[in-house]
């Protein structure tokens, strides 16, 4: 039955982890400490996403042009402005930092191994997928700290000190990562579930330290049912727009069925493993807790969305 609630095993993860947060957040002495390892978990996590993401594949799978392309665009394009949309809806109804981060999960990269996992499970076009995850979060390293700052106006400004902590902790690892490739990729490919493993912990590690501090700042005595009521319906009609949205562009791009499934997932689909990272870089702790809200909200709901979607088209195109 819990398989069925949560198809994906990372979601009861994130909850035990925002629980966690809420009962036992990092205090005093010991925050240092914890922001330093999340640090280290954060710069841990881009080096593994570099090793991991294959150039030979991303480089042959662009010359689909088109799939690319409308992934690119509706991923940093199309969920850019509904998430811009989402922040003016709820900007006077909700918290400042809470509503923007609405803005914040507009202008993130798609998920990598759960938007090839819905994609091969709905009979996508799975080797164009993996092209697209990787596409996107070697795009999204640098686009979406750029497309936040150009949407979020003052909220969104980036110093130079804010610009040389996301290369050193996000890009530098990265790029350290692919150089690594030759030597370390056959080792994460053949250990992939101990890969997994460390990849998720060092999210939850960067979500548990960004959430501990908008705990100790009072996040939830600023909440009240009715605006984590608002936060709920506005992921809800944000899921529905983007999961119908990508799922039209993909019609209007005239794809064929299994590149307008591949679209789907990579297009609608948002990543809390650079989420959660990029917050922590870009905001101070307790802010960055509040702006990850609505990713951490979304995130979930996206992958239960797609777990039970995915049996559906792929039942679909056989009839």
């Not at 990562?177 to 080792?187: D, E, I, T, V």
């Not at 912990?201 to 600023?222: K, R």
């Not at 807790?289 to 049996?311: D, E, R």
């Amino acid at each position: 039955m819990l398989s069925r609630i949560f198809p994906d095993r990372f979601v009861p993860v994130l909850l035990a982890t925002i629980l966690l947060a809420s009962l036992l957040p990092v205090r005093g002495a010991a925050v240092p400490i914890a922001q330093g390892l999340s640090t280290a978990a954060i710069v841990f996590l881009f080096f593994l996403n570099g090793v991991r993401l294959p150039r030979d594949e991303v480089l042959h799978g662009i010359r689909n042009w088109k799939l690319q392309g409308g992934a690119l665009t509706f991923c940093f394009g199309a969920m850019a402005l509904l998430g811009l949309a989402a922040q003016a809806a709820t900007a006077s109804l909700l918290p400042a930092t809470l509503a923007l981060g609405f803005l914040f999960l507009g202008i993130l990269p798609s998920t990598v191994q759960s938007a090839t996992a819905a994609s091969s499970l709905a009979g996508g076009n799975v080797a164009a997928s993996v092209v697209a995850a990787a596409l996107l979060n070697l795009s999204g390293v640098i686009v979406s700290p750029l497309l936040f700052a150009a949407l979020a106006g003052s909220a969104g400004e980036i110093s130079g000190a804010g610009a040389l902590r996301i290369v050193a902790i996000l890009l530098l690892p990265f790029i350290a990562g692919q150089f690594a490739q030759r030597w370390l990729r056959p080792w994460v490919l053949a250990h992939r579930g101990l890969a997994t493993f460390m990849d998720r912990s060092a999210i939850a590690i960067a979500v548990y330290v960004a959430f501990s501090a908008a705990v100790v700042a009072g996040i939830w005595d600023l909440l009240d049912g009715r605006e984590i009521g608002i936060v709920m319906g506005a992921v809800a009609l944000l899921l529905a727009l983007s999961f119908g949205g990508a799922w039209l562009f993909g019609a209007l791009l005239r794809l064929k069925r299994p590149d307008r499934i591949t679209l789907l997932f990579s297009g609608a689909q948002k990543s809390i493993a650079v989420g959660a990272p990029l917050a922590a870089t870009l905001f101070p702790p307790a802010v960055a807790g509040m702006v990850l809200v609505p990713i951490l909200v979304y995130h979930m709901a996206q992958l239960i969305l797609s777990a039970w979607i995915a049996p559906v088209l792929n039942r679909s195109a056989r009839v």
